[in-house]
């Protein structure tokens, strides 16, 4: 949470677990190759939807600094949701995609508590992701 306790800043990582490169179009190519349903068009991007109707995608950007030398993403985003395109992304590498989610309400321990929460577990951020996380385990 920053300094207002109202944004929230989600870290999303991309991760390339194979030796070889890749951009969309052979990204695209990848997908098409493995995916039983061949009748079905599949995109590489990764879109993010906020789960609950508290909150609004205030900014969503690729980290430039973290991502330099290992990719290159776009990231565009409207208030209730975020798109990830993999340009491009090296053997191995780690992508970071920084999303701010704002308006949301003050996290405290506990209503009358000083202390507010300054780390939140994943049921705590309102975007939709769990399918990018189960795919981390079940895909090739």
């Given at each position: 949470?920053?300094?207002?306790?109202?944004?929230?800043?989600?870290?999303?990582?991309?991760?390339?677990?194979?030796?070889?490169?890749?951009?969309?179009?052979?990204?695209?190519?990848?997908?098409?190759?493995?995916?039983?349903?061949?009748?079905?068009?599949?995109?590489?991007?990764?879109?993010?939807?906020?789960?609950?109707?508290?909150?609004?995608?205030?900014?969503?950007?690729?980290?430039?600094?973290?991502?330099?030398?290992?990719?290159?993403?776009?990231?565009?985003?409207?208030e209730?949701?975020?798109?990830?395109?993999?340009?491009?992304?090296?053997?191995?590498?780690?992508?970071?995609?920084l999303?701010?989610?704002?308006?949301?309400?003050?996290?405290?321990?506990?209503?009358?508590?000083?202390?507010?929460?300054?780390?939140?577990?994943k049921?705590?951020?309102?975007?939709?992701?769990?399918?990018?996380?189960?795919?981390?385990?079940?895909?090739?």
């Open positions: 949470m920053d300094a207002p306790r109202r944004n929230l800043v989600v870290e999303f990582y991309i991760i390339n677990r194979r030796k070889d490169a890749y951009t969309n179009e052979t990204l695209t190519d990848f997908l098409q190759q493995n995916n039983s349903d061949t009748q079905s068009v599949i995109s590489p991007n990764i879109e993010l939807k906020m789960s609950r109707e508290v909150g609004r995608i205030e900014s969503a950007s690729a980290d430039t600094e973290f991502n330099r030398s290992k990719g290159e993403l776009n990231v565009s985003h409207k209730r949701s975020a798109t990830i395109s993999i340009d491009k992304i090296e053997p191995r590498a780690i992508l970071r995609v999303v701010v989610v704002a308006d949301l309400p003050e996290l405290r321990a506990s209503p009358q508590a000083d202390q507010y929460v300054t780390r939140v577990d049921n705590a951020v309102p975007l939709v992701f769990d399918q990018y996380l189960d795919a981390c385990y079940t895909r090739p």
